[in-house]
């Protein structure tokens, strides 16, 4: 005597309208801030490549304007001498 086992799929009330605008908004939200923090990600790096480009310019013709003529600078501040007595 065993019973008979019930297997008919549960009975799933079809979703209203306001729980698929809700749905479907909340996918495009996180489509958005995926697309947010991807543009945030790429174009620093691209950007951050041309400023160490720009730098290592920099620095090739500083360093051949030091070569062609060094001319020491005189210091800001002079230093103090001896330390005060208390």
Do not use: W
């Not at 160490?52 to 210091?75: F, Y």
Request: glycine share 4%; aromatic share 4%; proline share 10%.
């Amino acid at each position: 005597m065993t019973p008979e086992l019930d297997l008919t799929p549960p009975e799933v009330p079809e979703p209203t309208f306001l729980e698929n605008v809700l749905r479907y908004g909340l996918f495009l939200g996180a489509i958005f801030q995926l697309v947010c923090i991807l543009a945030v990600i790429i174009p620093s790096s691209k950007v951050h490549n041309q400023e160490e480009a720009e730098h290592i310019d920099t620095q090739g013709t500083e360093q051949s304007k030091k070569a062609k003529g060094s001319v020491p600078q005189p210091r800001q501040k002079p230093k103090k001498e001896s330390k005060k007595k208390r």
